[in-house]
């Protein structure tokens, strides 16, 4: 299968890579939806992750929402995985053409890809809901800056809040419309560590229509059966693998 993957790589010139939450396990980065993740949240908060982290719950519990958000969303000491790596080299030989991630740990940039589509936004960057002033993450994780765990702006004292996009809120028009037109463009999608089950993101590989469609995820999706290939293991090894041959 290595070898298959190898082969359209090989034949292939304007890939797009479509990832999920798998991407950064391997960075030990855990999945929230995971059985352990809703079980952490369930017994220390009473509540669903999906629930601690939506909009409503973000603006009538702030001080509860940053205690979960910090705990759990937040991996400052997170390196780039074989993945993350194999990825920004396949852009270096100008076959990779864009990144489209539903992480929002900025993994992918630190690796060293350049055009990285972030449909659920990045922990790094935040704002002041006032001013709009903006802040590194650095800034929101120290505690002198903080109100309990509520971030403070340094110019106006207003609430920061992560530019992520919350349960409740919706994608960037940017984001969504370079990602999609990405999709739309290639030859190859590669779709890796996720089960395709959040939507809407989950929809935009239905812009594709190119050559070859691969699946690289540890669990079988709804969408195996459309596609070229399908590898069930860890997204790292393979990526290393197939494009280490090339």
């Given at each position: 299968?290595?070898?298959?993957?190898?082969?359209?790589?090989?034949?292939?010139?304007?890939?797009?890579?479509?990832?999920?939450?798998?991407?950064?396990?391997?960075?030990?980065?855990?999945?929230?939806?995971?059985?352990?993740?809703?079980?952490?949240?369930?017994?220390?908060?009473?509540?669903?992750?999906?629930q601690?982290?939506?909009?409503?719950?973000?603006?009538?519990?702030t001080?509860?929402?940053?205690?979960?958000?910090?705990?759990?969303?937040?991996?400052?000491?997170?390196?780039?995985?074989?993945?993350?790596?194999?990825?920004?080299?396949?852009?270096?030989?100008?076959?990779?053409?864009?990144?489209?991630?539903?992480?929002?740990?900025?993994?992918?940039?630190?690796?060293?890809s350049?055009?990285?589509?972030?449909?659920?936004?990045?922990?790094?960057?935040?704002y002041?809901?006032d001013?709009?002033?903006?802040?590194?993450?650095?800034?929101?994780?120290?505690?002198?800056?903080?109100?309990?765990?509520?971030?403070?702006?340094?110019?106006?004292?207003?609430?920061?809040?992560?530019?992520?996009?919350?349960?409740?809120?919706?994608?960037?028009?940017?984001?969504?419309?370079?990602?999609?037109?990405?999709?739309?463009?290639?030859?190859?999608?590669?779709?890796?560590g996720?089960?395709?089950?959040?939507?809407p993101?989950?929809?935009?590989?239905?812009?594709?229509?190119g050559?070859?469609?691969?699946?690289?995820?540890?669990?079988?999706?709804?969408?195996?059966?459309?596609?070229?290939?399908?590898?069930?293991?860890?997204?790292?090894?393979?990526?290393?693998?197939?494009?280490?041959n090339?």
């Amino acid at each position: 299968m290595y070898e298959e993957l190898t082969t359209i790589l090989k034949e292939s010139n304007n890939i797009v890579f479509f990832g999920g939450a798998g991407v950064s396990t391997e960075s030990s980065i855990p999945d929230f939806r995971s059985e352990q993740g809703l079980y952490h949240a369930q017994q220390a908060y009473g509540m669903s992750p999906e629930q601690m982290i939506s909009h409503s719950f973000f603006l009538q519990n702030t001080e509860t929402f940053f205690d979960y958000y910090k705990s759990n969303m937040i991996y400052v000491d997170a390196e780039p995985n074989p993945a993350h790596l194999a990825l920004a080299k396949l852009e270096d030989m100008g076959k990779l053409k864009a990144v489209v991630t539903q992480n929002i740990d900025g993994l992918h940039q630190k690796a060293g890809s350049r055009t990285v589509h972030e449909l659920h936004g990045s922990v790094l960057r935040n704002y002041c809901m006032d001013c709009g002033a903006s802040y590194d993450l650095e800034y929101v994780m120290d505690p002198t800056r903080c109100d309990g765990h509520i971030p403070r702006c340094g110019k106006c004292g207003g609430i920061i809040k992560p530019d992520v996009v919350l349960y409740e809120e919706a994608l960037d028009d940017a984001q969504i419309r370079g990602a999609v037109d990405a999709i739309a463009d290639a030859d190859t999608l590669i779709i890796g560590g996720t089960s395709l089950v959040v939507y809407p993101a989950a929809g935009f590989i239905n812009y594709f229509h190119g050559k070859h469609l691969v699946l690289i995820n540890k669990s079988s999706t709804s969408y195996d059966g459309r596609a070229d290939l399908v590898i069930h293991e860890a997204i790292g090894r393979v990526l290393k693998e197939a494009v280490g041959n090339l």
